[in-house]
């Protein structure tokens, strides 16, 4: 019997006193992504390095620091990869312009499409015309 409350103490995060603490603790566990499960962030994972990674949340928020020094602190240590809003930075910048470049670009290869298409259609007519 002691051992399952060994394992249940263990496996339950530490809940801290304050409340406006404990909402920033979660919120950052939402945006920290799970390196083992690499889809997950850390507050849905199971995995052992995700709980280790909730109990540093929990640890530098009790601590003091900033949503900002956190997440630089978990950078730091993982990568960009592990923010799933990673910063905009010269590193990062073709991850955020690079959706928006792509659909500029299937635009414009979509308009181009329509307009040769167009001209064919009116090219294909013009002899038929004639011959009436």
Do not use: K
Not at 71 to 77: I, L, V
């Amino acid at each position: 019997m002691t051992f399952i409350a060994l394992v249940a103490a263990v496996a339950a995060p530490v809940v801290l006193g304050d409340p406006i603490q404990e909402a920033r603790a979660h919120a950052l566990e939402q945006e920290i992504r799970c390196v083992q499960c690499q889809n997950e962030p850390i507050a849905q994972s199971t995995a052992d390095i995700a709980v280790d990674m909730r109990a540093l949340v929990r640890e530098r928020v009790a601590a003091g620091d900033s949503d900002n020094e956190i997440r630089a602190f978990f950078r730091e240590r993982y990568g960009d990869f592990v923010l799933f809003r990673p910063p905009f930075d010269a590193r990062t910048w073709v991850l955020w312009l690079g959706p928006f470049f792509l659909a500029l670009l299937g635009v414009f290869a979509m308009r181009t499409a329509w307009l040769q298409a167009g001209s064919s259609e009116a090219d294909a007519l013009e002899p038929e015309e004639g011959d009436r």
